[in-house]
């Protein structure tokens, strides 16, 4: 692999793409150059001459949602133009180029690259579409060698896809290097791509668009019918088909259409699909989407009876808006119904109502479209399936499908409706190969048609995936939550409730597989698990039953064991790392706080969020603040007041992380003991080896008993913050009395001065804080609010 240390980027282009391949290289600790086009005249000042960049760069500090980790991390970027800061390229160990979809401009820029930049370093370009060596033509043999497609999606820091696109001349170190950084410090799924039309992930995801739009115009269903087919309900984003298309715009839609019909001749299905004649209205009549005001879907500017925006759907065949008209078919209910996705394909394959139908023919169609793309567009299987996966967001690959309905019967089911299949598979078939995928000791395999055998993932060891130890006896499992032995003397423990929500079995395996590990001499734990939420805290419904038939006794008792659970997380004989990604909501957050170290996700949204039900933080988290504002006032010295406001303030309205860097902010992450990873797929692995670091000379921590509080010194302080914000409209009349119990926890009560207390003083004022609020009829209101509706209630 080459030996390159990134310091530096140049990116030439601010718009949309550019600006957030910036922000993202930012995020990623990399000091950025972004360049684009001057806009003034000789004379006019820098700032003027910048500020078509500059304004871009701006924008970006104010958009939703949040290209940067961290808002700060925009001051790793220097702004400036064309004309004036070319010459600094030179400087840069990287430069990519995304400037306008022309190549006659991209030439352009790249004359301009071959002018400054220094030998050796790496050019690529973030094209979604024009063929890479047609812009590397001309260029120098140094160029050629460092020079390749890196094609991010939009938006950067969410969209987890980089395809690398090298050309002949490509140097192979090069290459690897891309996939290996990619990956490992910019927390990418890279994946290496033919330079063919639009690549893997565009080439198979517009077809699978396209599909769709065919099969619902031709079978009648409405557009929205067609997106809640089309979303969650196979494993897909919310948005659906339609919204999809919304989003990313029409005349993009359209334009990548017809490039892959114009440059794919020989492609046997997109060759025969033409630009549906509602597609081309909404074109015409610059409907774009989103970004236009209306597409597919229109807003009306009303409110329906519950305060929602109504919005209209585009009749496919009269061309007309009009109210939704979203079918009730019986498969949406059995769908909804079945928690598992292999399940659920199952159960579309045997579906008899037409939206079954749709999704049987949309998905035949995707398998033996994906079957004639290798070796077309990708050597192996894996690609395609990872490529949609991190581009646009499936919970699984065309081929994972696949293997969920059988290889064998998707074959014969799609012969019938007139597909051809990949040759490859029907070989793989009658070789005795009844998969695609497989796993054996512990390790995922995928079937490579080149080799005609089965060969392990590429990076496998760097990566924990605890779908690849099913097969194996578990170390210990409830109905919640499962113990993994994922080597090296080292246990796992994985949620696995419905939205990975603590209850009893949650709480009773973490206590047990504690003591499993320190009984029987394992080196440590990692808590962690693959799934989209880390959790999203607390059963709210078990707390709700016991606070609305008043059984006050074994909601206490139920609080003092969630209490004891995390402390027991801190205080065990072994080192405890916990791994997140998604929501850490809650009773995730208490725990998180009170492990040895986290490894977070970037893309880890942390909060403590209780006050939305009307309580406050009982499994710990009040405590733990004011035991964190007790070691930063002995560190820094006589900052008591602010720095316990602003503890106040994280805890009584309810802020949420939206990065794991700004975790850091909130003190929900502490610099001396947590870390972030950029990749997702890698935090279990690293909370791993953190583990490993942390076993060899741990020592059991002892319960501390020199937390320092300010009793009515703070109180006083912070009844005026709570009453700030009731005057500035911020709280109602309810908010104020749960934040006056988060004060009275975090100031140690109402002592008449300063002094220090244990921590199960502290828990014990917590959890009485948490009961007594769970009496309150508001509290209540506001728990049934967010079970029924999933969202707040203010009162």
């Known amino acids: 692999m080459l030996n390159k240390r990134i310091r530096k980027v140049a990116v030439l282009g601010s718009g949309l793409m550019g600006t957030g ?91 301009k690259v071959e002018k400054f930049r220094s030998k050796g370093t790496l050019v690529s370009s973030n094209t979604s579409g024009i063929p890479i060596h047609l812009m590397a033509e001309g260029r120098s043999d140094d160029f050629k060698k460092h020079f390749c497609g890196t094609h991010f999606f939009n938006p950067v820091r969410y969209m987890r896809l980089l395809e690398v696109i090298p050309t002949a001349d490509t140097d192979e170190n090069v290459i690897a290097f891309f996939m290996h950084y990619g990956d490992v410090v910019l927390g990418k799924q890279t994946v290496l791509c033919k330079d063919t039309p639009a690549f893997i ?83 015409e009549y610059k409907f774009f989407g989103n970004k236009s005001g209306q597409g597919f879907y229109k807003k009306t500017g009303e409110k329906d009876a519950k305060g929602r925006p109504v919005i209209h759907a585009l009749n496919l065949d009269s061309l007309e808006y009009g109210p939704s008209q979203k079918e009730k078919l019986p498969i949406l209910d059995t ?63 065309p081929f994972q499908y696949w293997d969920m309905v059988g290889v064998a019967e998707g074959v014969d089911l799609a012969k019938k409706e007139g597909y051809t299949i990949g040759a490859w598979v029907e070989e793989m078939l009658a070789a005795g190969h009844e998969a695609f995928y497989k796993t054996e000791n512990g390790k995922r395999l995928c079937y490579n048609p080149a080799s005609k055998q089965y060969e392990a993932l590429p990076g496998g060891e760097s990566f924990v995936i605890l779908d690849a130890y099913r097969s194996q006896k578990p170390v210990y499992s409830n109905a919640e939550c499962t113990l993994h032995d994922i080597g090296d003397g080292v246990l796992c423990l994985e949620f696995h409730s419905k939205m990975n929500a603590i209850g009893e079995g949650i709480l009773r395996g973490i206590n047990d597989s504690i003591q499993i590990a320190e009984e029987q001499g394992w080196k440590g734990m990692v808590i962690g698990n693959n799934a989209a939420q880390f959790t999203v805290g607390a059963n709210l419904m078990m707390v709700a039953m016991m606070a609305y038939q008043q059984e006050w006794d074994e909601l206490n008792m139920a609080t003092n064991i969630f209490q004891q659970t995390s402390m027991r997380i801190r205080y065990s004989a072994i080192p405890v790392v916990i791994a997140t990604q998604g929501y850490v909501f809650g009773g995730g957050c208490e725990f998180s706080m009170h492990a040895d170290s986290v490894v977070a996700a970037a893309e880890s949204y942390i909060g403590l969020v209780e006050v939305g039900v009307g309580i406050i933080p009982g499994g710990g988290g009040t405590k733990e603040f004011a035991v964190r504002l007790s070691d930063e006032i002995s560190r820094e010295g006589d900052v008591q007041i602010p720095r316990l406001i602003d503890k106040f303030k994280t805890i009584a309205t309810a802020q949420v992380a939206t990065s794991a860097y700004e975790a850091f902010n909130y003190g929900y992450l502490l610099p001396q003991k947590d870390m972030v990873v950029h990749n997702t797929a890698r935090n279990i692995s690293e909370a791993k080896l ?36 009731q005057l500035g409209n911020y709280a109602s009349e309810h908010d104020i009395k749960i934040a006056k119990k988060v004060a009275f926890v975090l100031c140690g009560g109402d002592l008449t001065s300063p002094q220090q207390v244990s921590e199960q003083y502290l828990l014990d004022l917590e959890r009485e804080a948490f009961l007594s609020l769970c009496g309150e009829q508001k509290t209540l209101e506001r728990i049934q609010f967010m079970l029924e509706n999933g969202k707040p209630l203010r009162n």
């Open 690 to 725: 953190k583990v490993l670091e942390l076993a060899d000379n741990y020592v059991q921590p002892i319960p501390r008993k020199d937390i320092n509080v300010l009793g009515r010194t703070g109180l006083g302080a912070l009844y005026i913050a709570a009453h700030s914000l």
């Open 335 to 397: 769908l909804k119904q079945i928690e598992e996705l292999p399940r659920r394909m199952k159960a579309i394959f045997k579906g008899t109502d037409k939206g079954a139908d749709m999704l049987r023919r949309s998905f035949l169609g995707l398998f033996a479209y994906v079957s004639n793309r290798v070796p077309e567009i990708s050597n192996t299987i894996f690609a395609i399936d990872d490529a949609l996966r991190a581009g646009f967001a499936w919970e699984v690959g």
């Open 201 to 283: 992930a565009n080439r198979v995801g517009v077809y699978a668009m396209a599909k769709i739009f065919q099969l619902t115009h031709e079978m009648g269903l409405g557009i929205d019918t067609a997106d809640a087919l089309t979303g969650p309900a196979i494993g897909r984003p919310k948005t659906g088909t339609f919204r999809l298309a919304d989003l990313v715009g029409m005349d993009t839609a359209v334009h990548v259409i017809n490039g892959m019909k114009q440059n794919c001749p020989d492609d046997e299905q997109i060759s025969k699909m033409e630009v549906p004649k509602f597609l081309q209205f909404l074109v």
């Open 21 to 111: 391949i910036a922000a993202h290289l930012a995020g990623c600790g990399l000091q950025v150059l972004m360049l684009d086009l001057p806009t003034a005249s000789d004379g006019a000042s820098k700032t003027n001459i910048n500020k078509i960049a500059a304004d871009s760069l701006a924008n970006a500090l104010k958009a939703k949602p949040a290209p940067f980790y961290d808002n700060k991390f925009a001051g790793r970027i220097t702004v400036g133009n064309f004309d004036d800061d070319f010459p600094k390229i030179k400087d840069c160990d990287w430069i990519i180029e995304v400037v306008v979809e022309r190549l006659d401009i991209k030439k352009l820029i790249y004359d």
